[in-house]
């Protein structure tokens, strides 16, 4: 058998070597039109700032080192131009001759290419750039010289982040453009508040609900849509992805959402024996079973080594992804798996959501930071629909952890019930995932009642009010406007001071002790409610709405 792999990288590579492991006898051809077929395409960004201090570190692995291992064919700057399915062909060209290839199975992973808006001026601009590729960095460094010193980023989402990041840390004036109301969109607004103020901690100037709608002076003038004129030595377009599917349009494949390459279970095309995988390919949001494009590494490298199994004659399904994913900005971290509030509530499921600020670690162990997690969930049968975190250490952990909770199927109801490693050092007996479990569970079983940081000034307006249980030296870090404070230890014994026919909102610093407030009101005869983030939470999203002493 002849297999033919069209693109390198995470999907092709993948397949092809799966591939090799499953059929020794079959010949590997893999042409990929780049120079390298195996790189690393997340660490480019880390390479601009010189914290990967050598270019070979990109590069994965090369067409001599393929061929000795594993006895690929591999052809870097040769691209297929054509695909004839009814012949079983592709055209090939390569320096400016073109040749047929023959094949038995076909296997597209073209990946995605950026999606470059039509801004006016883009064709004069010299100094504008989109990051895909080795190439791509190669002239992004050219321009990094020491003549630069202001740079544009236009897109916050995760590969726009590591480049103001990267950027700023290679000693330039960074300024950030976000088309949506905020940085890291896949992220809700509350949790992503975290990034953006650290963003402005680091000194990277933020614009959002904006966008570049000229480029002026040969790109040095980035002309915004609010009239608003930016310098840039250097500008980054980062505005999304969208599948590379011109061979597959050309050849008749079957395209789906937004261009992506519709396959089936077994990645098959509707030519059955033309294969596709990774960002290219349309796939199903398996939480929701919708159709969904998720250009992310992991998906696309599983996608490879299962299309290469359905073709040896394994039994392997496509699944679906998740979307699972994580950012690191100047000294905190920002991940996300499954579904957002937003995006849960657009897909019409029945949402309830959670936050929980714990620890990395055991508290009174040195070196403790804060993990703010966010669940979003069905609070009647207790489905887990996704997960954020904000942290300076340890937010990966937990979101793989809940990650996989989701894909394995399960609810809030057996968070608490999960086992982890446990020392001081590297985490708590009740862990910040346990936690978020039995919040979310008092919330199901009825134990607790909450709302939202949005909700908190309509329903103060509507007249209940805030109690917060804070200790008054906490006060000093900023109080809520329309308040009162009584500190949890003093509750039971200042119980009178309150109203039992009026209705509270109860909060502290995290949500912990306003949690146990809320019990013993509730149980007093209290009508109670728990502001889910409390004070920490609502400072990090509206700090103007605060009072400060």
């Not at 201090?53 to 590069?59: G, I, K, N, S, Y």
């Not at 290419?113 to 039509?118: D, M, Q, T, V």
């Not at 870090?477 to 949890?488: A, D, V």
């Not at 509730?522 to 009508?527: A, L, P, R």
Request: aromatic share 6%; proline share 4%.
């Amino acid at each position: 058998m002849k297999i033919v792999v069209v693109g390198g990288v995470a999907g092709g590579m993948s397949a092809a070597t799966r591939l090799r492991r499953l059929m020794e006898d079959a010949e590997i051809v893999v042409f990929e039109k780049g120079p390298f077929v195996s790189f690393a395409n997340c660490g480019l960004p880390y390479y601009v700032s010189g914290e990967i201090a050598e270019r070979d570190q990109l590069l994965v692995q090369t067409p001599e080192a393929l061929k000795a291992r594993f006895n690929l064919d591999v052809w870097p700057m040769h691209e297929v131009i054509e695909i004839i399915p009814q012949e079983h062909k592709v055209k090939v060209l390569h320096e400016g001759a073109v040749s047929e290839e023959s094949y038995d199975k076909l296997i597209l992973s073209p990946g995605a290419k950026p999606f470059i808006p039509a801004i006016k001026g883009m064709d004069q601009a010299e100094n504008v750039f989109s990051l895909r590729n080795l190439p791509d960095l190669d002239r992004i460094m050219a321009a990094v010289t020491d003549q630069a010193k202001e740079a544009v980023v236009i897109g916050a989402g995760f590969i726009g982040l590591e480049m103001a990041e990267n950027l700023s840390k290679r000693g330039l004036k960074v300024t950030i453009v976000e088309k949506a109301p905020h940085v890291l969109p896949p992220l809700d607004e509350e949790m992503a508040a975290a990034v953006q103020n650290e963003l402005l901690k680091q000194g990277v100037k933020v614009i959002t609900s904006q966008s570049a709608v000229a480029f002026e002076s040969q790109g040095k003038k980035v002309v915004l849509e609010d009239g608003t004129e930016l310098t840039s030595d250097l500008t980054i377009l980062s505005v999304g992805v969208q599948p590379e599917n011109t061979l597959a349009e050309q050849a008749g494949l079957e395209l789906g959402l937004r261009g992506g390459i519709v396959v089936n279970e077994n990645y098959q095309t509707n030519e059955p024996d033309v294969y596709a995988v990774g960002d290219a390919i349309v796939v199903k949001q398996q939480i929701t079973g919708e159709d969904a494009l998720i250009s992310l590494a992991s998906p696309a490298n599983r996608q490879g080594r299962q299309a290469a199994d359905a073709i040896a004659g394994l039994n392997r399904k496509n699944k679906g992804s998740i979307g699972t994913a994580i950012v690191r900005m100047f000294d905190l971290s920002a991940a996300s798996t499954g579904l957002s509030e937003r995006t849960a509530k657009l897909a019409g499921l029945d949402v309830s959501v959670v936050h929980v600020i714990g620890k990395d670690h055991a508290g009174y162990y040195p070196g403790a930071t804060d993990v703010s997690l966010k669940l979003v969930f069905n609070a009647t049968t207790g489905d887990i629909y996704g997960a954020q975190g904000v942290g300076a250490k340890g937010v990966d952990k937990r979101i793989d952890i809940l990650a996989t909770a989701i894909k394995g199927g399960l609810t809030i109801f057996d968070l608490p019930e999960l086992e982890f490693t446990y020392a001081p050092p590297f985490g708590s007996a009740k862990d910040p995932v346990n936690m978020l479990g039995y919040a979310a569970m008092n919330l199901a079983e009825g134990l607790s009642h909450s709302i939202q940081w949005h909700e908190l000034k309509q329903e103060l307006a509507s007249g209940k009010i805030l109690l917060d249980v804070r200790n008054e030296a906490e006060l000093s870090n900023g109080r809520f406007k329309q308040s009162m404070n009584i500190p949890l230890n003093q509750l039971r014994g200042r119980i009178g001071e309150l109203d039992p026919s009026q209705e509270y909102i109860v909060s502290c610093h995290s949500g912990l002790r306003s949690y146990v407030a809320e019990r013993i009101l509730v149980q007093n005869g209290f009508k109670v409610q728990n502001l889910d983030g409390a004070f920490a939470l609502y400072k990090t999203v509206l700090p103007e709405e605060l009072d400060y002493v």
